[in-house]
């Protein structure tokens, strides 16, 4: 069975500051990742996504993840945090060809001090 | 482009009764999924349609029931509303499962907050 591990639920940087949200995940097979941002009240937006193309994938509004299959692990890193940034983010992984199930960690609630 | 668009954007019901979300899938897709997220947690798949078809499901009871129109719209009906199945619904459209790039990318619409009393 497929599972995501968001490792932290609460992370705080202040503005500036390097972001890091940890994603592990089990998968009998290689999976395809996922990170989304979710902000208060909205619905989830597709931050970046893993396809087998790359292992460093670069997705919107600065951020990026490395896929490791070594460590089983999809990290979610940004270089410089912005007050803007602030937000929940949900690692998903989905087997391929799985009828459309992905399986969500329990989110990462970002805090951006000034 | 059109994103995805449900309605209504709140709901509040009484415990018993049923309740009909709708969504509308992005131009150009013709799958859509259904997610739960209770608070604090991680959306929990519902199920998903393709071709008007239900093409996987979740671990919810048959009170969760859903249909999709040839307009790939779709509604999520659930009966005998109990206080637990208060949450934020959301509705995620994709291509055709297996195309684009295969990795059937989903793409969520703004939710729609039931609450039950």
């Known amino acids: 069975a497929q599972s995501v591990t968001q490792l932290g639920s609460h992370v705080s940087v202040s503005e500036g500051a390097l972001v890091l949200l940890r994603c592990n995940y089990s998968?009998?097979?290689?999976?395809?990742l996922f990170w989304y941002v979710q902000y208060p009240n909205q619905g989830l937006q597709l931050l970046l996504k893993?396809?087998?193309?790359?292992?460093l994938v670069k997705g919107i509004n600065g951020f990026e993840a490395e896929f490791k299959k070594s460590e089983t692990s999809f990290h979610l890193t940004k270089p410089s945090a912005h007050m803007s940034d602030a937000a929940e983010y949900f690692c998903?992984?989905?087997?391929?060809?799985?009828?459309?199930?992905?399986?969500f960690g329990q989110g990462t609630t970002l805090q951006v001090k000034p | 482009e059109t994103g995805v668009t449900q309605s209504p954007t709140h709901l509040i019901k009484t415990r018993g009764q049923q309740v009909t979300l709708r969504c509308s899938s992005q131009s150009g897709h013709n799958t859509v999924s259904w997610y739960q997220q209770a608070l604090g947690q991680g959306p929990q798949f519902i199920f998903q349609y393709y071709r008007e078809e239900e093409n996987g499901r979740g671990n919810f009871p048959p009170r969760f029931s859903g249909l999709q129109f040839p307009n790939y719209s779709s509604e999520l009906n659930v009966n005998a509303l109990e206080l637990d199945d208060s949450a934020l619904y959301l509705c995620a459209s994709s291509l055709v499962p297996g195309e684009g790039d295969g990795t059937d990318t989903q793409y969520f619409g703004p939710g729609t907050r039931l609450t039950v009393l």
């Open positions: 998903a992984v989905i087997k391929p060809s799985n009828t459309g199930k992905l399986i």
């Open positions: 998968s009998s097979v290689p999976p395809y």
């Open positions: 893993y396809t087998s193309a790359a292992t």
